[in-house]
């Protein structure tokens, strides 16, 4: 039997603490670390892991900043190179956190480039603008402070309404498009979580690593979904490998965890339900 099996056979509960106290907030943070430590030996056993990293402060850092401030939203920044899985993972995240009845908020960081249809009209199409030298993933070209600035108020407890890129070569950003609600857990995933100083928002922070082969098959899978020829997806497929060395692949250093883009869903969603059993094994 595994540890996650062993763990929610268990029908005996753990008296709650007053989390209204430090000493209770206290013992729920040994608790949890001891609880992390071993879903990390367990996975790193696997044959195939979804933790490939993790820094060696962020367990006693993350439970410390829930002691200090338990009231504040968490915010889960997700990040890592085009097509490495992270809207595969974010929505298996919120699909399982969703089912057990938690309040979750998802921003999609790509939702902030800034609106370039001027430019892409200048150019007499996107395809023109990026063969110019365009680099559409570079910090540069997303509203950062915008990023920022909506996060803070997510967590702080006030509702946004995000802004809306459309992916259809237009180079359209409609500001004030998309609401969304602070809830208790918020995570955003794409590149520009970590980019800036957006990146010290997050109480946890994840980059999801996959191999080139990997990458570059569901880049080009998804090649229809944007109106894109195979063709035309190749030629781009080099040019977001040049952005990706030179912008998202240094933020694996920011990184607090690096999991595997190529995890098995079902496992990962063993996992997802195995911390939530943990964090509410009270009676």
Same mark, same amino acid.
């Given at each position: *039997?595994?540890?996650?099996?062993? $763990?929610?056979?268990?029908?005996?509960?753990?008296?709650?603490?007053?989390?209204?106290?430090?000493?209770?907030?206290?013992?729920?943070?040994?608790?949890?670390?001891?609880?992390?430590? /071993?879903?990390?030996?367990?996975?790193?056993?696997?044959?195939?892991?979804?933790?490939?990293? !993790?820094?060696?402060? @962020?367990?006693?850092?993350?439970?410390?900043?829930?002691?200090?401030?338990?009231?504040?939203?968490?915010?889960?920044? =997700?990040?890592?190179?085009?097509?490495?899985?992270?809207?595969?993972?974010?929505?298996?995240?919120?699909?399982?956190?969703?089912?057990?009845?938690?309040? =979750?908020? #998802?921003?999609?960081?790509?939702?902030?480039?800034?609106?370039?249809?001027?430019? #892409?009209?200048?150019?007499?199409?996107?395809?023109?603008?990026?063969?110019?030298?365009?680099? #559409?993933?570079?910090?540069?070209?997303?509203?950062?402070?915008?990023?920022?600035? $909506?996060?803070?108020?997510?967590?702080?407890?006030?509702? #946004?309404?995000?802004?809306?890129?459309?992916? &259809?070569?237009?180079?359209?950003?409609?500001?004030?498009?998309?609401?969304? /609600?602070?809830?208790?857990? !918020?995570?955003?995933?794409? *590149?520009?979580? *970590?980019?800036?100083?957006?990146? $010290?928002? @997050?109480?946890?922070?994840?980059?999801?690593?996959?191999? $080139?082969? &990997?990458?570059?098959?569901?880049?080009?899978?998804?090649?229809?979904?944007?109106?894109?020829?195979?063709?035309?997806?190749?030629?781009?497929?080099?040019?977001?490998?040049?952005?990706?060395?030179?912008?998202?692949?240094?933020?694996?250093?920011?990184?607090?965890?690096?999991?595997?883009?190529?995890?098995?869903?079902?496992?990962?969603? /063993?996992?997802?339900?195995?911390?939530?059993?943990?964090?509410?094994?009270?009676?």
């Amino acid at each position: *039997m595994s540890l996650i099996e062993k $763990d929610n056979a268990l029908s005996d509960k753990i008296l709650k603490p007053d989390f209204n106290q430090k000493a209770g907030r206290e013992l729920l943070a040994f608790y949890l670390q001891s609880k992390f430590k /071993q879903i990390l030996a367990f996975d790193n056993k696997c044959e195939h892991p979804i933790f490939l990293e !993790i820094s060696s402060d @962020f367990i006693p850092k993350f439970t410390k900043r829930l002691i200090n401030n338990p009231n504040k939203r968490i915010l889960i920044g =997700i990040t890592g190179e085009s097509a490495c899985g992270k809207t595969t993972i974010c929505k298996e995240i919120k699909k399982h956190i969703t089912n057990l009845n938690l309040p =979750i908020s #998802v921003v999609t960081g790509d939702c902030y480039f800034k609106d370039i249809s001027d430019l #892409v009209k200048e150019h007499g199409g996107f395809d023109n603008l990026v063969a110019s030298g365009y680099e #559409v993933d570079a910090p540069s070209n997303f509203q950062l402070e915008l990023l920022k600035s $909506d996060l803070e108020k997510l967590a702080n407890g006030e509702d #946004v309404k995000t802004p809306q890129y459309i992916p &259809n070569g237009t180079g359209v950003c409609i500001p004030e498009s998309i609401p969304v /609600q602070s809830q208790k857990i !918020i995570i955003v995933e794409g *590149m520009a979580t *970590m980019y800036g100083e957006v990146k $010290d928002l @997050f109480d946890i922070k994840i980059f999801i690593k996959a191999s $080139d082969e &990997n990458r570059k098959k569901r880049f080009l899978e998804r090649a229809g979904e944007r109106n894109q020829s195979i063709e035309n997806a190749l030629k781009y497929w080099e040019f977001v490998q040049v952005s990706g060395d030179k912008y998202v692949k240094p933020c694996k250093k920011e990184a607090d965890l690096v999991i595997s883009g190529s995890a098995n869903l079902e496992y990962f969603s /063993q996992i997802v339900e195995y911390i939530y059993t943990i964090t509410n094994n009270f009676q």
